[in-house]
């Protein structure tokens, strides 16, 4: 089974920039369908994206569509999520997960999960 680690977090000013990564290990990466989640004090958790094993596939949630950009490199056993203009709302625990799958197809449910990265951002 695969193992995940999120890097990145940090706390920034509204409109500034984050790049979160997570790093996998334990299994080949390039099985692992991958996405991006996040959870916010007293709300559930929340998909923001999720990206294929190729990384030819992304989806967006409509709150992050045209400012985050999923990417991955299987070379590096890592998936990224780039997040500009960040605003106070996206304050939250960011999760990577991954779920080993034949297709090269975005999904919505994973069976492996990090640990989770803290985003805090400022008005």
């Known amino acids: 089974q695969v193992q995940l680690v999120e890097s990145g977090g940090g706390s920034v000013q509204a409109g500034y920039s984050l790049r979160l990564a997570c790093t996998a290990s334990?299994?080949?990466?390039?099985?692992?369908?991958m996405g991006w989640f996040r959870q916010s004090p007293g709300l559930e958790r929340e998909f923001v994206a999720a990206?294929?094993?190729?990384?030819?596939?992304?989806h967006y949630s409509e709150s992050v569509e045209g400012r985050f950009f999923a990417s991955r490199d299987n070379t590096k056993n890592a998936v990224y999520l780039q997040m500009n203009s960040l605003k106070p709302e996206d304050t939250a625990v960011y999760y990577c997960?991954?779920?080993?799958?034949?297709?090269?197809?975005?999904?919505?449910?994973?069976?492996?999960w990090g640990q989770g990265t803290l985003v805090t951002v400022s008005s």
């Open positions: 334990g299994d080949i990466f390039s099985k692992y369908a």
């Open positions: 990206i294929s094993r190729s990384g030819g596939a992304i």
């Open positions: 997960a991954a779920r080993a799958i034949d297709f090269d197809v975005i999904i919505r449910d994973y069976d492996y």
